[in-house]
């Protein structure tokens, strides 16, 4: 895995429910992301990655429950990344919810 975290929590999330395997690492929406740390962070992207190809509304209205911060920012980048050659002015109203403006300018600039 590179430089990333290691973790076999990666491995066995169930591919057919990501919102239910999101609520086992995150709790369940409507505030702030209740573990920040950055394996917490680099799955929950993972995870985002993963399911915002198959199922981009559901994935979004998950995300959308929750209140924008740092901690959310990668794996909102991560659905930014998704979605925008599909829908661009969607993609750039998510990024909006980016807090870094690193990380907003590349989840809309990087190939």
């Excluded at 909102?76 to 990024?95: C, I, L, N």
Aim: glycine share 8%.
């Amino acid at each position: 895995m590179g430089g990333e975290p290691r973790s076999s929590g990666v491995k066995n999330w169930p591919r057919r429910s990501p919102k239910t395997s999101l609520q086992g690492q995150w709790g369940r929406p409507g505030g702030r992301a209740a573990h920040p740390s950055p394996e917490r962070a680099w799955l929950l992207t993972r995870a985002i990655e993963s399911w915002a190809p198959r199922e981009p509304n559901e994935c979004g209205r998950w995300l959308a429950e929750w209140t924008p911060g740092p901690q959310l920012d990668p794996a909102v980048a991560a659905f930014v990344r998704t979605v925008r050659d599909k829908d661009p002015e969607s993609a750039r109203a998510w990024a909006e919810r980016i807090t870094d403006p690193k990380i907003r300018a590349a989840a809309l600039s990087a190939p």
